[in-house]
């Protein structure tokens, strides 16, 4: 009778010692839960990056669709010879394209800055994701 209470003494020690890693398993299960939220917004960012780059490279490609038809207008004109007011309307919409070509640049500056930094982040998580592995049995 000794021996079984010996026996089950050591199977509640046992018992506590599992219910400590199952309690650790749970915190690791939530890290991981918080690492899958990041990483889930941080695809939702690359998403909308992605967006913005398909708007953008349509917006690209609608300027340069103006721009081979201003080349014809500036054939059209030197055919014609134009007026002043011609040359001043036609200076007054490449103003316009310029400047819509500068606020792109600028936006796609921005995209470029912001893409750096999520890369940051996203080798970080990595590292740490690498340094946690070995925790777990993971290779």
Same mark, same amino acid.
């Given at each position: @009778? ?35 939220? =990041? %990483? ?5 960012? %690359?998403?909308?990056? #992605?967006?913005? %780059? ?10 340069? $669709? ?10 059209? $004109?030197?055919?014609? @010879?134009? +007026? ?7 200076? @007054? +919409?490449? #103003? ?5 070509? =500068? ?6 500056? @921005? ?9 940051? =982040? $996203?080798?970080?998580?990595? +590292? ?12």
């Amino acid at each position: @009778m000794k021996k079984l209470t010996e026996h089950d003494e050591h199977f509640e020690k046992i018992d506590e010692h599992f219910e400590k890693i199952d309690e650790r398993f749970e915190k690791i299960d939530e890290h991981f839960e918080k690492i899958d939220e =990041r %990483f889930e917004k941080i695809d939702e960012r %690359f998403v909308r990056v #992605d967006e913005r %780059f398909d708007r953008l490279e349509k917006q690209v490609d609608l300027i340069a $669709i103006k721009v081979v038809e201003h080349d014809e207008q500036f054939r059209s $004109i030197k055919e014609n @010879m134009a +007026t002043k007011d011609d040359i001043r309307e036609i200076a @007054m +919409t490449l #103003d316009i394209i310029v400047g819509l070509q =500068r606020k792109r640049d600028q936006e796609m500056s @921005m995209i470029v800055h912001g893409m750096k930094r999520h890369e940051g =982040r $996203i080798e970080k998580l990595e +590292t740490e994701a690498k340094r946690l592995n070995p925790a777990f049995g993971l290779g």
